[in-house]
């Protein structure tokens, strides 16, 4: 059984859960199942929340620059991850 | 974190590919014209538990079938029902089983009576594009040479690659790490080691690789509405060639 394709730094939005419609960016990946996700209000980098793989809506953006400072290690601000979201969330991207 | 297996733990999964592998046989023999999924469905529940093992899909995040069975623009995630099978569909079949807690996962996709020659060859090279990027699964090679092998021969005769969804590591969990896309350049992504268990699974559409899902929150279809197919085995990274955990 396929799994769905979700990179570091991908768009999503919650679609079950008391956050439902909430947009978030994937700041972790555990082991194919939780999704680490932060938008840098509610949930900010220092505390991401843990959901459920099928409770998300996966959108086509990815936040290039956001995917690449997590994949080096590097430390993200609350800032950029709400920067990202501000650029990428169109209603075009759904 | 990408786990690797033990040799024991490499045997353990070969008892679950082997059931996986013998369920598809039963169920590939009874997809006939006239038989329901449903059908398909209870084939493989009894085959899956008269062998002491358990069907790995039902109750996955709330899944209803034990296996998943997609038919013609279905791509993948199918719920089996009471839909009956007719002469020109093709139906793809998807099975996971767990025994002594290690999972094995397969798929095929099969002809249903008399089918289209396209449709036929696109059966064919989805087959073909599995083993293409099996053949990748060598230590030294790198996770996307495996991905890469398999869009390169899909896409050479025309059709899509499906991108929104992929295959995975496979052990104690179904899903584990890494993803396993079915596109993208080569030499990218982690090294491959011995001791390392992937289920590859390209999906190929007959059209674009657009996918969307229906309202049953499960069923993956073509954005086009054309047909798709769809392959997999598991298998081990070993010293020598790759072995495949799910094939008889």
Redesign the interface.
Same mark, same amino acid.
């Given at each position: 059984m396929s799994v769905v394709n979700i990179s570091m730094g991908q768009l999503v939005t919650s679609i079950a859960g008391r956050d439902e419609t909430q947009v978030y960016l994937v700041v972790g990946i555990k082991n194919n199942k939780v999704l680490l996700l932060a938008n840098g209000r509610e949930r900010k980098m220092a505390n991401p929340k843990g959901k459920n793989i099928r409770h998300v809506n996966v959108l086509k953006s990815i936040a290039k620059g956001v995917a690449a400072k997590l994949q080096s290690g590097m430390k993200i601000t609350d800032e950029e991850i709400r920067q990202a979201i501000q650029d990428l969330y169109k209603p075009e991207n759904l | 974190?990408i786990i690797l297996k033990s040799e024991r733990e490499i045997n353990y999964l070969r008892d679950a590919g082997r059931i996986v592998a013998e369920t598809l046989v039963e169920v590939k023999k009874a997809a006939k014209p006239g038989v329901t999924t449903l059908d398909l469905d209870r084939i493989a529940e009894e085959y899956i538990k008269g062998h002491g093992a358990i069907p790995?899909?039902k109750g996955?995040?709330g899944f209803q079938g034990n296996i998943?069975s997609s038919i013609n623009e279905e791509v993948?995630?199918g719920i089996p029902g009471l839909r009956k099978l007719k002469s020109g569909d093709n139906v793809s079949i998807?099975i @996971?089983a767990v025994i002594n807690g290690y999972n094995g996962?397969a798929a095929i996709t099969v002809p249903v009576g008399e089918v289209d020659a396209q449709v036929q060859k696109l059966l064919d090279v989805t087959e073909e594009s599995l083993y293409k990027g099996i053949e990748q699964a060598i230590i030294g090679n790198r996770l996307s040479d495996i991905s890469h092998a398999v869009q390169v021969h899909a896409e050479q005769h025309g059709f899509g690659v499906v991108?929104?969804?992929? @295959?995975?590591?496979i052990g104690r969990?179904?899903?584990?790490?890494p993803?396993v896309?079915n596109y993208g350049d080569p030499g990218r992504g982690p090294r491959l080691k011995a001791g390392m268990t992937l289920a590859i699974?390209p999906?190929v559409n007959l059209g674009t690789y657009e996918v969307k899902t229906l309202d049953d929150g499960w069923t993956v279809v073509t954005l086009d509405g054309k047909r798709s197919a769809?392959f997999?085995h598991s298998i081990a990274i070993t010293d020598g060639k790759p072995e495949i955990l799910t094939k008889l």
């Open positions: - | 974190m790995a899909f996955y995040h998943c993948v995630h998807d @996971g996962d991108r929104d969804y992929v @295959g995975h590591g969990s179904m899903h584990e790490d993803q896309p699974e999906m769809h997999e």
